[in-house]
């Protein structure tokens, strides 16, 4: 994640302690500072989801390796019926426990349990307005449906905040999210890259051209910067392409921006990319992968082994080059000289696209000369 309103607006944030302090923290660098829970998206349980037992254990597991946060996402975790028990397990062990939802099914009732467990964060996923995100949802209702749980959230003390993944079909989105923020008073706002896995994967189409990108992350730091102007400030923040950090800072720079040199410092404290070293992804079977995205490629299952363990044994290759994929990563990537700050960004992306783990990441939207 890089932190637009933080870096470019220097506001200080809630998870300011988590994203960069990393370093003056007694925490190895390789140990999981966030996982992904999942739950199946489907009105159904299956005989191979981890049944509720089965979640607590995984729950203490992570607390025993020393995991600081978790996250409940899916399809739509709060299908799952013990979801709130397990948000408050979490808790009970000092984790910090967020979710992610569209937000439909949060009803008052519902708001007020998340509220009193001590849930940290709800993050509400919108594809656009009205129109738009009820065609991606494939529900008339879904955008007044997920407004309502907004505000029940909001009423019951709950911090909530948006997410939206930016493509082709609703880029031009972006600056109604904007004014959404404003008129509901939402917090926050997390704008994500497109990612595709999976080789031949059909999302790469949608994904904006390098131009496009540039253009869209120039409008997120404009709009949050107008925000910060008129004392209206959120938190914002863009995920999924470690590129932005160099381009913000490179923008600063040419502002002549006297923060520009602090920003530089903060970015290689948040060391990039961290998948399959600082996050990973436990799926709802029980299946754990590198991050969120690549759950084809699975390193083991905690009903199997502890988590700890299977996350700690380098005798899988790919585990053992992802802990330190600096020294493995080709192409513009080895040779860029923001490799320190990005990590390499998402080695999932470049096996989709060419078939090689290690290649450079398509979706790096920086120049030649930006990068050498």
């Known amino acids: 994640m890089i932190g637009i309103s933080k870096l470019y607006c220097g506001t200080v944030e809630p998870s300011d302690a988590l994203r960069y302090g990393r370093r003056s923290s007694d925490l190895p660098s390789h140990l999981l500072q966030?996982?992904?829970?999942?739950?199946?998206?489907?009105?159904?349980?299956h005989e191979k989801e981890l049944a509720h037992e089965q979640g607590l254990a995984v729950i203490d597991d992570l607390d025993a390796f020393g995991v600081p946060v978790i996250l409940f996402s899916g399809g739509e975790p709060l299908m799952r019926p013990d979801l709130v028990e397990l948000a408050k397990h979490a808790v009970s062990k000092g984790m910090r426990a967020v979710i992610s939802t569209n937000g439909?099914?949060?009803?008052?009732?519902?708001?007020?349990?998340l509220k009193n467990i001590g849930l940290s964060y709800v993050g509400v996923s919108l594809d656009g307005m009205e129109a738009v995100n009820d065609r991606f949802r494939g529900k008339k209702g879904a955008f007044q449906d997920a407004l309502a749980g907004i505000r029940n959230c909001q009423e019951a003390g709950l911090k909530v905040g948006l997410r939206f993944t930016i493509n082709r079909m609703n880029v031009s989105e972006i600056p109604h999210i904007f004014d959404l923020l404003e008129e509901y008073d939402?917090?926050?706002v997390c704008f994500y890259h497109l990612v595709y896995a999976g080789r031949g994967s059909d999302l790469v189409e949608q994904d904006l051209d390098h131009g496009e990108t540039r253009k869209v992350v120039d409008l997120i730091i404009d709009r949050t910067r107008d925000l910060h102007d008129r004392g209206i400030p959120k938190e914002v923040l863009t995920v999924d392409n470690h590129a932005d950090g160099?381009?913000?800072?490179?923008?600063?720079?040419?502002?002549?921006?006297?923060r520009a040199e602090e920003v530089l410092r903060l970015l290689n404290m948040n060391e990039g990319n961290n998948s399959g070293r600082g996050f990973g992804c436990i799926s709802w079977d029980g299946s754990v992968h590198a991050d969120q995205f690549w759950r084809y490629d699975?390193?083991?299952?905690?009903?199997?082994?502890?988590?700890?363990?299977?996350?700690?044994?380098?005798?899988?290759?790919?585990?053992?080059?992802?802990?330190?994929?600096?020294?493995?990563?080709?192409?513009?990537?080895?040779?860029?000289?923001w490799l320190d700050i990005c990590a390499g960004n998402f080695r999932v992306r470049a096996e989709a696209v060419t078939g090689d783990v290690w290649a450079a990441d398509p979706a790096c939207y920086l120049t030649d000369e930006e990068i050498l």
């Open 34 to 45: 966030f996982v992904h829970c999942y739950a199946r998206a489907v009105d159904r349980t």
């Open 104 to 113: 439909t099914l949060i009803t008052p009732k519902k708001a007020k349990e």
């Open 186 to 188: 939402i917090p926050r």
């Open 246 to 258: 160099p381009y913000l800072y490179l923008r600063m720079k040419r502002e002549k921006n006297p």
């Open 298 to 337: 699975s390193f083991g299952n905690v009903l199997e082994r502890p988590f700890g363990e299977i996350w700690s044994d380098l005798t899988n290759p790919l585990m053992a080059k992802l802990k330190d994929k600096k020294k493995y990563v080709k192409g513009r990537c080895a040779k860029c000289k």
